[in-house]
């Protein structure tokens, strides 16, 4: 069937310059670019859609094609075709590979960035927190390795330190682990290796922790609000006590 009369061609992408790789030759992971800006409500919405999540998580360190995806997250091969249409749409997937498989080319896919960071106005999030949705992916992760084989077998360390810190000197350690994030982002994959993630966040602590120095004035009037509430009941408790003893001792006087 023909092109519809006035209808232009499809715009070549660069998967159609990519060759076919010969079947006995194995698929790696080329080297990507360390970062990549999130900056529009689509490509928001893309990574949080779970499975999308999942399959952006399982091609950051190793290329995959959509019957490889469907067949490790238990997902129809559809629903992954779909979802990989997205993602190369939102410019967060990209092919890197084509490969002869029984004799149907497949392509593979890899994430366009080893890393993705947030620059998204209010409106775009939609009053939720880039940084809390990536804590919570965080958590779901490790909560899920915790299941499948104990969190002592899989875990190399855990630690929640907390300092009293100037903000110089906590400018001075998110850059230090600002660095090291760096680092293991350009540590080349080791194919016989396994995947091992890593949450690193520096922020202030909650009000609790915090002297009243060190508190705004609206977060001190806030926290000053409960006292006075907490001590005028109180206070009418010891009143009502008071009386009743006044009344008892009254009585035995009489």
């Known amino acids: ?69 469907a067949d490790r997250l238990h997902v129809p091969h559809g629903a992954i075709g779909h979802h990989l249409q997205v993602l190369e749409a939102t410019g967060l997937a990209q092919i890197v590979a084509k490969r002869l498989v029984r004799g149907f080319v497949a392509k593979y896919y890899a994430r366009t960035a080893r890393i993705f960071t947030y620059d998204l106005s209010p409106d775009v999030v939609g009053g939720r927190s880039s940084i809390v949705e990536i804590v919570t992916q965080a958590t779901n992760e490790f909560a899920e390795t915790v299941a499948e084989g104990g969190a002592e077998a899989r875990t190399l360390g855990v630690s929640f330190p907390r300092a009293r810190l100037s903000p110089a000197r906590a400018t001075v350690y998110q850059e230090r682990l600002a660095a090291l994030v760096e680092e293991l982002l350009r540590e080349p994959p080791d194919p016989d ?62």
Not at 15 to 30: C, G, S
Not at 197 to 225: I, K, T
Request: glycine letters at 4%.
């Open 1 to 69: 069937m023909g092109r519809p009369h006035g209808a232009e061609p499809a715009p070549p992408s660069a998967a159609d310059d990519i060759p076919v790789l010969p079947e006995h030759v194995p698929v790696t992971l080329p080297a990507l670019a360390p970062h990549l800006l999130i900056t529009t409500a689509e490509q928001f919405k893309a990574i949080n859609e779970p499975t999308r999540s999942r399959i952006l998580s399982i091609i950051q360190n190793e290329p995959a094609t959509a019957k490889q995806l």
């Open 193 to 254: 290796g396994e995947v091992y993630s890593c949450l690193v966040a520096l922020f202030r602590s909650p009000n609790y922790l915090q002297s009243d120095a060190h508190l705004s004035q609206p977060a001190r009037e806030a926290e000053d609000s409960v006292a006075p509430r907490a001590e005028i009941e109180g206070e009418a408790e010891r009143q009502t006590n008071q009386a009743h003893q006044q009344d008892r001792q009254e009585g035995d006087a009489v």
